[in-house]
């Protein structure tokens, strides 16, 4: 099935939404809009520019997956966005593993949804120069077939319906963002254990020229990563590529 504008409209009717059969990037088209007080919701079947962190690509091949942007519309009085992947992540994982069976379903640090070590989604967040909104774009690799990543689709072995799948996770991701604007992460550190894919692997982090090597230890309570090296050194990292 494709996306269904009007099932989307009735399910979340406090939304602005646009559906595209194809755009560059439902990140891009967000952030082009003039300054508006509504919450807007960008959904694609596929996108010729698709961009992931760290000005990779992503990949969005038509009519299987989910390629969305929620646009906030702003960010008034300015709070750091520290933590944010990870409560957008753990409302998606959350709200995924209600609806299906995912026990393997873990979150790496700082934004990628995984399952059996194979990548299933990931986030990406940006705000607007222009009007300060804030975009969270996310891609949920859905009834991809064949792919180095997985797909829900490649682990549940049946199709999945988008519409129904979307309408599923916009709600409670509101509601997290929300939460986060008021507390910032802090709430949050006791439950990131659940997840997190990285905790006592050997890692490498590229942060900026720097490459830090030692052993992940979790997170600290701005959602900073925690490594420990050879020496016994601890290292937090606000940001960068992880590299297992
Ligand atoms: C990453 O893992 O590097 C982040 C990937 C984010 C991809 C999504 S797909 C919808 C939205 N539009 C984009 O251009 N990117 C995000």
Redesign the pocket.
Known sequence: MTLDLAFLKTQLPTLEIDVFDTI?????FLKKLPQKNTLHLCV?EQ?T??????G?H?F?PSNCN????LRWPNLYPKKSLDGLSLVIAISLTKTLQRLFPLPDLKIKWP??LYYQDK?L????IEVSNESQALII???LNVNMKESMWTSLRLILQRDIERNTLLSELIPPLLIEIEQFIHTGFLPYLSVWPTWDYLAGKKINVKQNETLIQGVAQGINERGHLVIEDDLGKRHTCYSGEILL
């Not at 560059?24 to 891009?28: A, H, K, L, Q, R």
């Not at 520019?49 to 760290?54: I, P």
Request: proline share 0%.
């Open positions: 560059d990037s439902t990140n891009e694609a996108q520019a698709g961009k992931g962190r760290l990779k992503w969005s989910l390629y969305f942007s934004n990628d990548k989604a990931g986030i990406l774009g996310i891609g």
